[in-house]
């Protein structure tokens, strides 16, 4: 039963490129979280979401930043136009319905050149 | 918006030391979670406390729910270098209930 799987691990891009994250959740978890994590700081929220649905966004930036999770295959975070500002560690979280308890993958971490 | 604190920020201590932990703040979560990190991987869960005042013991760490539920502590007793991560708490909120809110954690360093 594999855990909840992030990749790319490790992604460089330069300004200007845009960087795509994938994440598929525990089997049959059907909750999705993304967060990110800078350097020496805690996570920070950005979005939660059920299978087609985002449930919230609030901690997403308004502009570049866009998630999905689709009917079939994983959630994807997309970031258009990439800055340096967004280097981090972004972890995928899945959880059951209705359950209070986060199952974490590895995480991606994002080199903006 | 409902935020955590968590105190120290860091802190390093000899192997067989004791150690506590806190997590605080000014809003009542319906639960709270303890999660540890290392460098490189996601958090792991540690436990999960629900009702105001619950204790609750995983070998040398024991975790404790404030009565009001708005702050948490976690004792470790006789630190061994294994225990060395970051240790975050997370409370349920957010518009949905349903949101994890982060504190900013304690990294935790044990010397042989």
């Known amino acids: 039963n594999a855990g909840v799987m992030q990749n790319p691990r490790h992604l460089v891009r330069r300004r200007g490129q845009e960087a795509r994250l994938r994440c598929s959740p525990m089997?049959?978890?059907?909750?999705v979280y993304w967060y990110r994590q800078l350097p020496e700081e805690g996570l920070k929220f950005m979005v939660y979401?059920?299978?087609?649905?985002?449930?919230?966004e609030s901690g997403m930036p308004k502009e570049r930043f866009s998630a999905e999770f689709p009917k079939e295959g994983p959630s994807i975070l997309r970031i258009q136009q990439v800055v340096r500002g967004d280097s981090a560690a972004y972890f995928c979280?899945?959880?059951?319905?209705?359950?209070?308890?986060?199952?974490f993958g590895a995480g991606s971490r994002l080199t903006v050149l | 918006t409902q935020l955590l604190e968590q105190s120290p920020q860091f802190l390093s201590i000899q192997e067989g030391e004791n150690l506590t932990v806190y997590c605080n703040s000014s809003?009542?979560?319906?639960?709270l979670q303890w999660y540890r990190q290392e460098p490189g991987e996601g958090p792991v869960l540690l436990v999960t406390?629900?009702?105001?005042?619950e204790v609750k013991k995983l070998k040398r760490l024991t975790f404790q729910f404030g009565d009001a539920r708005k702050d948490s502590s976690l004792h470790i007793t006789a630190a061994q270098t294994g225990d060395t991560g970051l240790y975050l708490c997370?409370?349920?909120?957010?518009?949905?209930?349903?949101?994890?809110?982060f504190g900013p954690g304690t990294r935790l360093s044990v010397l042989p």
């Open positions: 979280a899945s959880s059951p319905g209705g359950a209070n308890v986060l199952t």
């Open positions: 089997k049959g978890h059907s909750h």
């Open positions: 979401l059920q299978k087609e649905n985002i449930i919230d």
């Open positions: 809003s009542v979560f319906s639960s």
């Open positions: 406390v629900v009702t105001g005042g």
């Open positions: 997370a409370g349920a909120g957010g518009n949905y209930g349903q949101n994890f809110v």
